[in-house]
């Protein structure tokens, strides 16, 4: 029961859940007369995005905006919704000249933007800083976001609860450490992240477990294609984990790593599409009751692989792998979360006054299956999308005082709770989700 010794009452014009990518863009296009609070679960900077590797995707010029909106179709098996797609695009190249502007350092070639090229996109166009875009670009933006007066920042404060009243909501009840803060504001933004938190192999951070779509699922808040998860099948096996998997990118099968079996043999083409590959892996892990397979690239010097993987290379060397002479062991994790709260076009739920924004949103921009670094992308363009639609209705309503209770549950509690109600909820629309994927803790 409550450990909760008081509760104070604020009042924001716009309540921000999540400190990434998502919710400070959103934070840095509200206008600046909008008193502003943005929470995080835990540190600042203990979120997805920080983590990112690749980059972000843009169309490089108008001329590639087609092609790009065909790639991002193809790769979502032709389930995404084709306005968000056309949107993404778009408003793609317009994104990254604002971070440019902002100051994300990302990498040039003779003095103009690098792009880079991954899997399934047709063309270069990936923008990036070295292998470690996340932490530059949530650098950025936080060192903007800091700046600006009308914009307050929490951390280790977490959504327990929405205000709401006849599907409109009017604020967030907040728990930080003993005290429960009812916030009061005119639009609140869930910036929440991805689910990764409540399996047991996840590249994710373990704190993000989905809590702003479980607060949707108890308001009867619209979610949409929560099943649709993707695998990412090589991140790295290491037993003294507590859940959270270093990523094995992609660009090391790119560079022709090797899959082996406990036997040292080959088992699928490296280079099949991401689902098919970890499928392959689960197999063998199945078959030799041994929890990884090997991937190989020890056949490249150590030179050329400290300078093209400098992150994995230090990764594990640190657990006692030096990958120019050993293989590393690598498992499948859960990466990546396309379903979430659906949103149209300018981040409305089908809640009035509320918004979703980033990994914890559906837009449909990614149907079955998400397109290399279009997330970050996502969380760029929707959530400034959000908070134009913001300023332009936060002056005409008013706030709303609803009696708040006192929440019944501490974090833990809460956590706990939102991880038994999602996975119920994932078994519940796929026979696929088995409990071992679980992390019941
Ligand atoms: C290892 C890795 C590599 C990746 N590489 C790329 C890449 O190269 N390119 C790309 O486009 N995408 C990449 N992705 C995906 C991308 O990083 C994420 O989809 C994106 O950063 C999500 O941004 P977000 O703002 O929605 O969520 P996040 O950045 O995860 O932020 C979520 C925020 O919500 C907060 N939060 C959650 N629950 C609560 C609560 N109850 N109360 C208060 N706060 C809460 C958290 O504290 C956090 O601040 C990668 C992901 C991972 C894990």
């Known amino acids: 029961m409550s450990t909760l010794s008081s509760a104070m009452e604020l009042n924001y014009d716009v309540l921000i859940v999540g400190s990434g990518v998502a919710g400070l863009y959103c934070a840095l296009h509200l206008e600046d007369n909008l008193n502003v609070l943005i929470?995080?679960?835990?540190?600042?900077?203990?979120?997805?995005?920080?983590?990112?590797?690749?980059?972000i995707s843009t169309a490089k010029d108008p001329v590639d905006i087609l092609p790009y909106i065909k790639d991002t179709l193809k790769a979502g098996q032709y389930e995404n919704d084709t306005l968000a797609v056309r949107t993404l695009a778009e408003e793609s190249i317009d994104n990254i000249k604002t971070l440019v502007e902002l100051g994300v350092p990302f990498?040039?070639?003779?003095?103009?933007?690098?792009?880079?090229?991954?899997?399934?996109?047709?063309?270069?166009?990936?923008?990036?800083?070295?292998?470690?875009?996340?932490?530059?670009?949530?650098?950025?933006?936080?060192?903007?976001?800091?700046?600006?007066?009308?914009?307050?920042?929490?951390?280790?404060?977490?959504?327990a609860d929405l205000i709401t009243e006849d599907n409109f909501c009017y604020g967030g009840v907040l728990i930080s450490g003993e005290e429960q803060m009812n916030v009061y504001a005119k639009s609140v933004v869930l910036a929440t992240g991805g689910i990764g938190g409540i399996f047991k192999d996840s590249t994710n951070h373990r704190i993000l477990t989905g809590d702003g779509i479980c607060l949707a699922l108890k308001y009867n808040i619209t979610v949409k294609n929560l099943e649709?998860?993707?695998?990412?099948?090589?991140?790295?096996?290491?037993?003294?984990?507590?859940?959270?998997?270093?990523?094995?990118?992609?660009?090391?099968?790119?560079?022709?790593?090797?899959?082996?079996?406990?036997?040292?043999?080959?088992?699928?083409?490296?280079l099949l599409p991401r689902d098919v590959v970890a499928k392959a892996i689960r197999n063998e892990i199945n078959k030799?009751?041994?929890?990884?397979?090997?991937?190989?690239?020890?056949f490249l010097s150590k030179d050329y692989l400290v300078k093209?993987?400098?992150?994995?290379?230090?990764?594990c060397a640190q657990i006692g792998i030096?990958?120019?002479?050993?293989?590393?062991?690598?498992?499948?994790?859960?990466?990546?979360?396309?379903?979430?709260?659906q949103v149209d076009i300018d981040s409305k739920?089908?809640?009035?006054?509320?918004?979703?924004?980033?990994?914890?949103?559906?837009?449909?921009?990614?149907?079955?299956?998400?397109?290399?670094?279009?997330?970050?992308?996502?969380?760029?363009?929707?959530s400034k999308r959000a908070a134009q639609s913001i300023n332009e209705t936060?002056?005409?309503?008013?706030?709303?005082?609803?009696?708040?209770?006192?929440?019944?549950?501490?974090?833990?509690?809460?956590?706990?709770?939102?991880?038994?109600?999602?996975?119920?909820?994932?078994?519940?629309?796929?026979?696929d989700f088995n409990d071992e994927l679980f992390d019941d803790r």
């Open 228 to 270: 649709y998860i993707q695998i990412h099948p090589t991140s790295l096996y290491d037993n003294n984990y507590y859940g959270r998997r270093f990523l094995i990118s992609e660009a090391v099968r790119g560079e022709g790593a090797k899959l082996l079996n406990q036997e040292g043999n080959r088992f699928v083409d490296e």
């Open 39 to 55: 929470v995080s679960k835990g540190y600042f900077d203990e979120n997805n995005t920080y983590l990112a590797q690749g980059g």
């Open 107 to 159: 990498d040039k070639k003779n003095n103009t933007i690098s792009y880079t090229k991954e899997g399934a996109h047709s063309t270069n166009r990936i923008v990036h800083v070295k292998d470690q875009t996340g932490r530059y670009l949530w650098e950025t933006l936080m060192k903007q976001v800091q700046k600006k007066k009308n914009i307050t920042l929490m951390m280790n404060t977490s959504l």
């Open 394 to 431: 936060n002056k005409t309503i008013g706030f709303k005082k609803i009696p708040i209770n006192f929440v019944a549950k501490n974090l833990i509690e809460i956590t706990k709770s939102n991880k038994q109600i999602l996975k119920k909820e994932l078994q519940r629309r796929s026979p």
């Open 288 to 298: 030799s009751n041994i929890p990884y397979v090997f991937l190989d690239i020890s």
């Open 349 to 382: 739920s089908s809640m009035s006054r509320l918004f979703a924004v980033g990994e914890a949103s559906c837009t449909g921009v990614h149907g079955k299956n998400r397109l290399a670094s279009n997330s970050l992308l996502e969380g760029l363009v929707f």
């Open 322 to 341: 030096d990958i120019s002479k050993d293989p590393m062991l690598v498992i499948p994790s859960q990466h990546y979360h396309m379903g979430g709260i």
């Open 308 to 315: 093209r993987f400098p992150m994995i290379y230090e990764k």
